[in-house]
């Protein structure tokens, strides 16, 4: 069975503060298959991935540098950013 | 045609303007929107203000906000600027350039590009306040809002 | 607080811009226009365009018009100036600048300088064709429609 | 009895160039006291005249320096601009 290629993930402005990290790659399981269900997943990593990934915070994602929503997919090899929403102008 | 740039170093709205303009006498009409850094945020003195921004889908959101107002408007080209990195008050931030030979057309451009560089680019500012706290400036509603007046932007 | 000035010298957007700023850090938002010498004019390629104006009444209705721009939205300052004279395709003619904390109120303020200035100063253009022929530019009915928008200038 | 003083005129444009002058001083009788009168007088005054102040071509004008109507009052010692629609900006 051929490897799965990681998921890479990007965290931008108080979600990178809160994470800690502004760039890593996971695998997740295959049933983690949209941007909803892996923001979820993240949340369990770590205690600070669940203070950056807390709900009720506004959270915006792009998928491979493009605006995505809960129920866009996402597969290993792509490139996912969460961030707050946008505050630039 | 359009001019797009991410950049931390500052830039010469009259530079800009020569670049966008030069060798043409087609043109008639340069709307533009300069912003920069105040001083002052929601009542409280700022001393800096930082930009980030996402490398790589900046420069294709900008594109996309500059090709989208280039098939609105008859645009005979538009730049867009947008600093990154730590500015003080007054520096200039972001620069909006819109030629045409109509001046409405480049007018609303001008509005429509600034209104959706600020709700579609993937930039985020953070505020320093004179005691050295620092906070995250947060989304306002009324951007959106007057992003929203132009109608969706098609998806990219 | 707005600087109204005609004349033949050309103006740098640069080095206005710069002069409504200088230092300040409560701006925030510019709004421009600059309008620039066609080489076209009715389908006809033009040579020239020669502007007249009427000394001191025009500098007294820019002024108004400025006066109004300063009642109705929140500025800083604002810049016109106005070129007469003969102008080359390509050259400047006139600049508007409105600077605000507020980026509408910039941009909103530079669009009703613009409409204004073209139906409520007394300049007259004059085009020249390749052929030497000379023509006055007829008023547009658009014009007149596109200041309306902003409702009446209070009497002077 | 004092004498009145002139009405100065001033002619922008194609005005200017139709009826030869930029400038004029005019001396009406005292029933010539709107700019409507005044315009009808100034147009009997010469060939030029009437061919400058031609009916059905649009006139602007400008009293003292302020746009003016046809029933704007008009006097001895003011200043009475005559000018096509204004085409500037």
């Given at each position: 069975m051929d490897a799965t290629p990681p998921i890479r993930i990007l965290y931008f402005a108080w979600l990178r503060e809160r994470v800690g990290v502004s760039e890593e790659s996971v695998t997740p399981p295959?049933?983690?298959?949209t941007v909803g269900a892996l923001i979820a997943w993240l949340r369990e990593l770590s205690p600070r991935h669940a203070a950056a990934l807390v709900a009720g915070k506004t959270i915006r994602c792009a998928v491979n540098q493009d605006f995505a929503a809960p129920d866009t997919p996402v597969a290993g090899g792509d490139e996912v950013a969460l961030f707050p929403p946008v505050t630039g102008g | 045609m359009a001019g797009v740039r991410v950049q931390r170093a500052d830039f010469d709205i009259g530079a800009e303007t020569a670049a966008l303009t030069?060798?043409?006498?087609?043109?008639g009409a340069i709307g533009s929107f300069l912003g920069t850094v105040r001083d002052i945020a929601g009542g409280r003195k700022i001393t800096a203000m930082t930009l980030e921004h996402y490398p790589g889908m900046t420069e294709r959101a900008m594109g996309r906000i500059a090709a989208e107002a280039e098939a609105r408007w008859p645009l005979l080209g538009c730049t867009l600027i947008h600093r990154v990195g730590r500015l003080l008050p007054g520096e200039n931030i972001v620069l909006v350039l819109a030629a045409s030979p109509h001046r409405h057309a480049a007018l609303e451009a001008t509005g429509f590009l600034i209104d959706w560089l600020k709700t579609a680019a993937p930039f985020w500012k953070k505020e320093t306040f004179v005691d050295g706290s620092e906070d995250w400036v947060e989304a306002r509603e009324a951007d959106g809002a007057a992003a929203a007046r132009w109608g969706a932007l098609p998806p990219g």
């Open positions: 295959v049933e983690v298959a | 030069a060798g043409r006498a087609d043109i």
